[in-house]
């Protein structure tokens, strides 16, 4: 994925190939794109270890901490229970991110979005990371590692 981004391209659908094998679709990234707040920290990661072409920055979305805002809906169930936000506050500030990315981009399925709210409620209520958000670590370390 990382040397997709590197060169301004996209990940697309996956398909069997066989019992073995997988393909997968590549597509060059336009400016209009959709990233993917996950996606957007790998190409941050991949700036600062000076691996992005210039065909990859190119196709760059705004990666200001100022372009991520979050749903006001999203805002109001996390401050509902205050063992919840408390919860959620201390959580890593990737992990929150890619979270709530990962509900409101399916804001139009009001079904979708319920699921994946009431799914991030009930594991932060446990106060409980879960799903895959900093690709093995190296997102939420490589600032460290440098």
Request: aromatic letters at 8%; charged letters at 30%.
């Amino acid at each position: 994925m990382e040397e997709a981004l590197c060169f301004g391209w996209i990940d697309g659908t996956k398909k069997k190939l066989s019992q073995t094998e997988i393909g997968q679709r590549l597509s060059p990234r336009t400016k209009k794109s959709q990233w993917t707040e996950l996606n957007k920290e790998r190409a941050r990661r991949l700036i600062y270890l000076d691996l992005m072409t210039d065909l990859g920055r190119a196709t760059l979305p705004d990666l200001s901490p100022e372009s991520f805002v979050i749903d006001p809906q999203i805002i109001q169930a996390l401050e509902a229970d205050p063992e919840i936000q408390q919860n959620f506050s201390a959580f890593p500030e990737l992990y929150q991110r890619i979270k709530i990315d990962n509900i409101q981009r399916y804001g139009a399925d009001v079904e979708l979005f319920e699921r994946r709210l009431e799914k991030l409620l009930t594991n932060t209520k446990a106060n409980q990371l879960f799903g895959a958000w900093d690709d093995n670590g190296r997102l939420s370390s490589y600032k460290k590692n440098s």
